[in-house]
C-alpha cells in the first residue's frame, strides 16, 4: 500500500532554533501533500496544503512565514519550522494522496514531534 | 463537508466485535465516508471508506444506511491493539481537499 515517510521522528532543540521536517511519498507520486499538527489530548488541525510547484495554501491562522512549506518534487514536501518557540512545541504529521487520484485515501506519515526547550 | 457526529468512547472486550457508528445527517450525494483511526503518538491509519455500498476490507467492515445518514464501523474481533481514537470523516473527492478531522471516538478494547 501508499506509504508516507515523515523525517525526523522527534526533535529537542533550543528556542530560537529552525527546524525542518521532511515528508517523503515513497511509492506515488503526490501532486498536493498536507500538513496538521496535534496538540496533546487534541484532534489533528490542518495547517496548510501543499502544492507541487506552487505555492502552499495556509489555513486561517496559520502564520505562513513562521511554518516555510517546500514541494519541490512530487513526492517530497517540506515544513520548516522558523525561530521556534515552546509554543510551537507539538505533533506535526504530514499527508498525501496520490495524484489525480481523488477516490483515493490520503496517507500519513508517523509524524514529528517537536520539543522546545 | 458535512460534519460528523461521533460517541466520544466505546468500551469493547477482547475478541468481541466493535460497532463504532458515526451521524452525518447533512452529507451530500458527492461525498465519501472515511474512516481513519490514530493509535497513540502514531499518524492516523487508513481503515476504510464508502459512497454509498457497504464495503468490507481486511481490516473492517463499512455499513452505510440507505440514506446515508449514519454508518457503522465493524471491526469483527476485536484485539487489545485496536485500541485507538477513530475518526469518522465526510469528504468531497475534490482536488485539494483535506480531511478535517473531528474528536473522534476513543475504543478501549480489554481482556
Known amino acids: 500500500g501508499a506509504v508516507v515517510s515523515q523525517h525526523p521522528s522527534r526533535v529537542i532543540c533550543k528556542s530560537g532554533t529552525s527546524v525542518k521536517i521532511e515528508c517523503r511519498s515513497l511509492?506515488?507520486?503526490?501532486?498536493?501533500m498536507f500538513w496538521y499538527r496535534q496538540f496533546p489530548k487534541k484532534s489533528l488541525m490542518l495547517m496548510a496544503t501543499s502544492n507541487e510547484g506552487s505555492k502552499a495554501t495556509y489555513e486561517q491562522g496559520v502564520e505562513k512565514d513562521k511554518f516555510l512549506i517546500n514541494h519541490a518534487s512530487l513526492t517530497l514536501s517540506t515544513l520548516t519550522v522558523t525561530s521556534a518557540h515552546p509554543e510551537d512545541s507539538s505533533f506535526y504529521i504530514c499527508?498525501?494522496?496520490?495524484?489525480?487520484?481523488?477516490?483515493?485515501?490520503?496517507?500519513f506519515g508517523d509524524g514529528t514531534r517537536l520539543s522546545i526547550l | 463537508d458535512a460534519k460528523t457526529t461521533q460517541p466520544p468512547s466505546m468500551d469493547c472486550a477482547e475478541g468481541r466485535a466493535a460497532n463504532l457508528p458515526c451521524n452525518h445527517s447533512?452529507?451530500?450525494?458527492?461525498?465519501?465516508v472515511y474512516w481513519y483511526r490514530q493509535i497513540h503518538s502514531q499518524g492516523p491509519q487508513y481503515i476504510i471508506h464508502?459512497?454509498?455500498n457497504n464495503e468490507t476490507n481486511e481490516m473492517a467492515s463499512l455499513i452505510i444506511t440507505e440514506d446515508r445518514k449514519s454508518s457503522t464501523l465493524i471491526l469483527p474481533h476485536a484485539t487489545l491493539r485496536d485500541t485507538a481514537v477513530y475518526y469518522c470523516i465526510v469528504r468531497r473527492n475534490q482536488a485539494g481537499t483535506a480531511l478535517i478531522f473531528g474528536k473522534g471516538t476513543t475504543l478501549s478494547v480489554s481482556s
Open positions: 511509492d506515488f507520486q503526490a501532486t498536493t
Open positions: 447533512t452529507i451530500s450525494g458527492n461525498e465519501y
Open positions: 464508502g459512497l454509498k
Open positions: 499527508s498525501a494522496r496520490a495524484g489525480g487520484q481523488y477516490n483515493q485515501p490520503q496517507h
